[in-house]
């Protein structure tokens, strides 16, 4: 959201005695403010089905992820919640069903391919080299942003003629190779760039102290938060996180909740997310889908899904009357 949102937001509210009351209608008016910022469809999974050998992990289950919102995908543990964010990601091929991202209906991709397309993501497990620094890890998320700089001069135009294609381009990979192994010219001036990137959200993730720390000596919650900035160094427009909150105490959980939106406003980036603390899920998301067991179990608002019967039942369990 932009300050000028935030400022309207503000200015909507009108005064009240009451401080926790003015404080909440304050947070309903700016997250209003928000969700009227949502665009158009940027994802549409469309009866997805994935099965492995005879079992289903995913059963005939659609939704949609809209642009600049938070979408919470969430369930009892087994509901195909994280083979869900694998099919989106293209690391698990489903067999019925497909995936439209951004108008294109996605075909069966690697994970490279729907990563340089603009998908990025984190994992229940923290996935960080560990014995590298802060900066180093992230700056591994720019390399699906780092192309030769030789190779960029060549005139892709003239790559349709054989000919030229044959006796030019074999020069500019070797001047490619060459500039990058001796660290010289444009290639020192594109790390440079990439390297400016990666300190902006390092500052902005408040994590400039550890930036040059192994991430294997940094405590759990900070190890989280590096995974999300080398997310971020991805400059992704949809970026999915499988439960970034898991095994935090309630401190980071609250720095992670405010680095998320802090994320979604400034920089607009779209997110889909798994999250077991349905307190924080309640707070951040703009729409919820409720899986279980495979199964789409209900979709809408915070305020509606917590509502859901079904969903109530899923996660606190049906009672059943013992025969007399």
């Not at 390092?202 to 720390?213: G, K, M, Q």
């Not at 703009?286 to 199964?295: E, Q, T």
Request: aromatic residues 8%; hydrophobic residues 40%.
């Amino acid at each position: 959201m932009t300050m000028t949102q935030q400022d309207a937001a503000a200015e909507a509210v009108p005064a009240s005695a009451d401080g926790e009351g003015h404080l909440a209608e304050h947070d309903a008016t700016v997250r209003e403010a928000h969700r009227r910022a949502i665009g158009d469809v940027m994802l549409e999974v469309d009866n997805i089905t994935l099965r492995f050998g005879g079992v289903k992990a995913i059963t005939d289950v659609s939704f949609n992820i809209r642009e600049h919102e938070i979408f919470a995908i969430i369930g009892p543990n087994g509901a195909g919640k994280t083979s869900m964010l694998n099919v989106i990601n293209g690391f698990y091929h489903p067999q019925d069903g497909t995936i439209t991202y951004k108008g294109n209906v996605r075909q069966r991709m690697r994970p490279y391919e729907v990563a340089m397309g603009g998908i990025a993501r984190t994992f229940q497990n923290v996935a960080l080299f560990r014995g590298m620094s802060t900066l180093d890890n992230m700056m591994a998320g720019r390399l699906t942003k780092m192309h030769g700089a030789a190779e960029r001069a060549f005139d892709k135009s003239l790559a349709d003629i054989p000919v030229v294609n044959f006796l030019t381009y074999p020069f500019f990979w070797t001047a490619d190779f060459l500039m990058d192994a001796f660290y010289w010219g444009p290639y020192q001036k594109e790390e440079e760039r990439h390297r400016r990137r990666v300190e902006e959200i390092i500052e902005f993730l408040e994590i400039v102290d550890i930036r040059r720390t192994p991430v294997g000596r940094l405590p759990y919650g900070l190890q989280k938060r590096v995974e999300l900035g080398r997310a971020l160094a991805m400059d992704p427009q949809l970026l999915l996180l499988d439960e970034p909150m898991a095994g935090m105490n309630v401190e980071e959980k609250e720095d992670m909740s405010r680095f998320i939106i802090d994320v979604n406003e400034e920089f607009g980036t779209t997110m889909a997310l798994i999250e077991h603390d349905m307190g924080v899920v309640m707070d951040i998301s703009d729409r919820v889908v409720v899986l279980n067991y495979g199964r789409k179990l209900g979709e809408g608002t915070p305020d509606v899904v917590q509502k859901n019967q079904d969903v109530i039942d899923a996660y606190l369990g049906v009672s059943h009357d013992r025969p007399g």
